[in-house]
Every structure is written in C-alpha cells, then in structure tokens.
C-alpha cells in the first residue's frame, strides 16, 4: 500500500483504501498522507504523526500538527512554540516561532512574537536580513512580501528585490506571470514588472495553460489569453 492508494474519510475521522477502513481507530481529526508515508491526526492526548499502518511515529504530542512538506512539518506545542520537526519527529532547529508556515524550495515562512515575517532556512536561521508585515511562500525562486506601508514586493531567494516595483497586492509567479493589483485593479505582470495588457479587472486568476479567469467591473466573467485578448465571456 503506497500513500496515494489512503484517502482521508469524509468526516475526516478515519482512513481507507479501496473503499475499508484500513485500520481501526478513528481520530478526532485527522489530516491526509503525504508523500513520506505520514500523516497528521489528532486523538484525546494531542496531535502526532502516524506511519500507513496507523503506528504513532514518536511519542510526543502537540497542541497542533500538519503535513509534512520536503521533509519537515510544522508543529505547535503546548506552550503555543511552533518550529518544524523531521519525520522521525525530531526538531530539525532550536528556534521557536509565533507561527511557521510549510518548507517550499528549501526555505519557509514565519512570523516572530513580534508579528512580523520573514525566510528561514532548514537551520531555522533567516536568509536574509529585512522582516516584514506579511510574507508568503516561494513559488518559481521568487516570494511576496508586504512592507510596512501595506506595498507588495517581489523578492529572490536571498531577499533581493526582484525588479524594485511595488504593488498594492501580489500573487506568486507561475510560468513566468503573476497576479499584481494597483490602484485601476488587477492584472497580470511579468518578471519585469511589467503590466501583459491595458485593462484592469476586479478580480483575477494565475493563467492556467495559458489561460485565465477574470472578473471585470461589470461582474462579468472572462477567459483571457497571456496577451489579455478575451477569448470568451463566462
């Protein structure tokens, strides 16, 4: 039995394959396997992680715990500390964080007691200096970051600005574009920053295959193409 082969219960209490539970115990909540083989549940003694045989993977338990992302999970204890663990469920740094997010190119997001974010690195150190109001994860080497002027930017893997723009909000890049708003709307940018069209919509979607879906002033639906021809109305 692979991973893959698990699905998480409706209720979200119990796993099965192929339509049976595939053991006995249901959990308060339980959260799906990923690719390690683990996943994270929840019984009267806390959150853990257990194996596809519905083995408890360590002993320690936590207020909260979530899936496991390249290697690590993010976990909170009782003491309202979160930090990342290994799958043996061994603390993979010693710093403590307000809140972590999950590992995505080999770096994460968290915020101190202070409320402001930043990257850290496998080592739970930064990787860079500044902090900021809001930080999201990395996607194509590049990650949005919010300053304390509320202005988003784009930033690289070692917190260097990606093309010295702000916008009043940002997307991740996917295939080369992201999401971008200013003050006439949303729209779409490349690398540059530069805007792929003229329009502006009241909201926006990432292209999918070349592809993506807006919302004009009018509230009208639309697929437009990476040139922002309308391709069809919804």
């Not at 964080?97 to 101190?112: K, P």
């Not at 070692?158 to 723009?165: A, F, I």
């Not at 490349?190 to 295959?209: H, M």
């Not at 879906?213 to 009018?218: G, S």
Request: aromatic fraction near 18%.
């Amino acid at each position: 039995m692979i991973y893959k082969d698990v699905l998480l219960a409706e209720d979200a209490t119990f796993f099965t394959c192929e339509g049976q539970a595939i053991f006995d115990k249901k959990y308060i909540q339980a959260l799906k396997f990923h690719s390690e083989g683990l996943a994270a549940v929840q019984d009267k003694t806390g959150w853990y992680h257990i194996d596809l045989a519905g083995k408890a993977v360590y002993g320690t338990r936590y207020a909260r715990t979530f899936g496991y992302y390249f290697g690590a999970s993010a976990v909170t204890d009782f003491a309202k500390n979160c930090f990342h663990i290994d799958t043996a469920g061994k603390r993979i740094y010693a710093e403590n964080y307000a809140w972590c997010g999950n590992f995505q190119q080999g770096v994460c997001t968290v915020r101190d007691i202070e409320k402001q974010y930043f990257h850290i690195d496998k080592q739970g150190k930064p990787i860079y200096q500044a902090k900021y109001s809001y930080a999201g994860d990395y996607y194509d080497n590049y990650a949005c970051v919010m300053l304390d002027n509320k202005l988003f930017k784009h930033v690289d893997l070692v917190g260097k600005d990606l093309n010295g723009l702000f916008f009043e909000n940002l997307g991740f890049f996917h295939k080369g574009f992201a999401t971008a708003k200013d003050q006439k709307g949303w729209f779409h940018i490349d690398k540059q920053g530069e805007a792929l069209y003229a329009e502006r919509y009241a909201e926006i979607e990432p292209f999918y295959n070349g592809f993506g879906k807006v919302l004009t002033y009018q509230k009208e639906w639309q697929i437009i193409d990476e040139s922002g021809k309308t391709i069809f109305i919804g």
